[in-house]
């Protein structure tokens, strides 16, 4: 993959899908600086990382946090050199029917899912513009950006809310060189789904696999995505093949929901 760009934050790096970018983009040739709030589960990627022979910053970093998203880009600068693209993956699943929704949970997840991005985004560019312009933003959307399911109502709220953000992004900074795109994936599984799995049985009373069952016995493709899919993806938004592509958020998703 030709990618002119060195450096690539991705926050969320701990594990799963985060985790999964972190490593390909480490094999396309970036260096990487890998934020989660759980920061004690970033030394074995940074590990990974360098066994790929690139360099790795580890950061300690609650994105629901401005403060500490801006501190994150500033140390990832410091240690890396240069950013050149930002991946706001961080983020939280709820599982619970919209009636049932309270104010604690609601700010928790708009926080972590959507102001996360948004200081992510605003990070990012001010990095980007201080560097004399150009960068990648690339964004964690779903399919639950596109459609509304049961039970995971507040959170499709988040990620219909990233996707505003990545086209009005996108649209703000592209006179800068800054372009700003969203992956959406399907079922990944990550612990995000043993988790909505296990949720989603103690709601619906369903057995405990059974509704991660019958999510993927929709994909056409006819099984379960792995974070290596979503990461594949990723490359090429990080890479210069996607110069010409801006504002998307882009079904990465085995064949599940159609736009
Ligand atoms: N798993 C899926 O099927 C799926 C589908 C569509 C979209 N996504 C999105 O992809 C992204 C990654 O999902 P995943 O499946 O890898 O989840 P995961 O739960 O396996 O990993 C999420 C990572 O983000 C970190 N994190 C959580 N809150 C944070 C915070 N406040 N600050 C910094 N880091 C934080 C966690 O510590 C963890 O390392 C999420 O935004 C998710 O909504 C996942």
């Known amino acids: ?3 002119a760009a060195r450096v690539a934050l991705v926050t969320g790096a701990g594990q799963g899908i985060g985790r999964a970018i972190a490593l390909r983009l480490a094999g396309d040739g970036f260096d990487l600086a890998l934020a989660d709030v759980k920061a004690d589960k970033l030394d074995q990627v940074a590990g990974e990382v360098r066994a790929l022979g690139r360099r790795s910053e580890v950061i300690s970093c609650d994105v ?31 599982v619970a029917p919209l ?7 609601v700010r928790r997840i708009l926080g972590i899912n959507l102001e996360g991005v948004l200081w992510g985004i605003q990070a990012a560019a001010e990095a980007f513009r201080a560097q004399g312009g150009g960068g990648k933003i690339i964004n964690a ?15 499709c709220a988040t990620k219909f809310a990233v996707r505003a953000l990545t086209q009005a992004a996108a649209k703000e900074l ?3 060189g800054i372009t700003v795109n969203s992956y959406c994936p399907g079922v990944v599984g990550t612990d995000m789904w043993v988790e ?8 619906t009373g369903a057995k405990l696999g059974e509704s991660y069952d019958r999510f993927v ?13 979503v990461a594949a993806f990723v490359s090429y938004l990080a890479s210069a093949d996607a110069n010409y592509m801006t504002g998307q958020s882009v079904m990465i998703d085995g064949g599940l929901v159609y736009r």
């Not at 009636?99 to 949970?105: K, M, N, S, Y």
């Not at 959307?141 to 959170?155: N, R």
């Open 64 to 94: 629901a946090d401005r403060e500490q998203v801006l501190a994150a880009v500033a140390q990832a600068r410091k240690g890396l050199g240069a950013l050149n693209v930002m991946v706001n993956n961080a983020g939280i699943a709820q």
């Open 217 to 229: 016995g929709n994909i056409a493709l006819g099984r379960a995505e792995t974070p290596e899919d």
């Open 196 to 203: 909505i799995d296990r949720r989603m049985s103690e709601v």
């Open 1 to 3: 993959m030709n990618t």
């Open 141 to 155: 959307c779903s399919i639950a950006g596109h459609e509304g399911y049961p039970l995971l109502g507040v959170y």
């Open 99 to 105: 009636l049932d929704a309270r104010l604690d949970d």
């Open 174 to 176: 592209a006179h800068d």
